[in-house]
T-cell receptor, first 114, second 115 residues
Framework: SQQGEEDPQALSIQEGENATMNCSYK?????LQWYRQNSGRGLVHLIL?????REKHSGRLRVTLDTSKKSSSLLITASRAADTASYFC??????????????FGKGITLSVRP | GAVVSQHPSWVICKSGTSVKIECRSL??????MFWYRQFPKQSLMLMAT?????????EQGVEKDKFLINHASLTLSTLTVTSAHPEDSSFYIC???????????FGPGTRLTVL
């Protein structure tokens, strides 16, 4: 079952603007991850934030996590046309025997207009 | 970062045939690999967890006799779609965690089209 729910489902912005994408989830997690997928391609890991972290940066990416609200946001600053892709949040939970599972949200389609 | 490959990248087959998809970790060993399915414009759905040296663990609703998983070595897991039907047409993606880290590395995916 899907845990993460992103919003908006689609986002269209002008190059240079910032893009903010949100993700909500339902159960407790160990970490939350954001991935990017270009059309018809595999996933690229962008950033991981652990449940005891509140904010993390990586280049033009900034991710926040609010475990009390069970939500996360991904901010892409100074967007570029090449950022056009689908973005997914995924929550990871650990199970017995050190196994873990990633549960993906439905994804956000970001279009950056040149 | 670590590299995971999949083969083939795309395959077209007739209804009723079986198709094997390979997932390889190229520069690391993976005792666990994951298989996902993604329908057009939808999210990834975990199908099963492939375990080296033991049986795969399937998610609820996934038929283990239809989607055969074999984790033959520490660098190779295969997914065989048996007696494929048009509704099995999808994008199949595998992933593998490197070591005990949290980051999973995803393969480029395999596009299966069943005629």
């Amino acid at each position: 079952s899907q845990q993460g729910e992103e919003d908006p489902q689609a986002l269209s912005i002008q190059e240079g603007e910032n893009a903010t994408m949100n993700c909500s989830y339902k159960t407790s997690i160990n970490n939350l991850q954001w991935y990017r997928q270009n059309s018809g391609r595999g996933l690229v890991h962008l950033i991981l934030i652990r449940s005891n972290e509140r904010e993390k940066h990586s280049g033009r990416l900034r991710v926040t996590l609010d475990t009390s609200k069970k939500s996360s946001s991904l901010l892409i600053t100074a967007s570029r046309a090449a950022d056009t892709a689908s973005y997914f949040c995924a929550t990871e939970r650990y199970y017995t025997g050190a196994n873990s599972k990633l549960t993906f949200g439905k994804g956000i389609t970001l279009s950056v207009r040149p | 970062g670590a590299v995971v490959s999949q083969h083939p990248s795309w395959v077209i087959c007739k209804s009723g045939t079986s198709v094997k998809i390979e997932c390889r970790s190229l520069d690391f060993q993976a005792t666990t690999m994951f298989w996902y399915r993604q329908f057009p414009k939808q999210s990834l759905m975990l199908m099963a967890t492939s375990n080296e040296g033991s049986k795969a663990t399937y998610e609820q609703g996934v038929e283990k006799d239809k989607f055969l998983i074999n984790h033959a070595s520490l660098t190779l897991s295969t997914l065989t779609v048996t007696s494929a039907h048009p509704e099995d047409s999808s994008f199949y993606i595998c992933s593998a965690p490197q070591g005990s880290g949290d980051t999973q590395y995803f393969g480029p995916g395999t596009r299966l089209t069943v005629l």
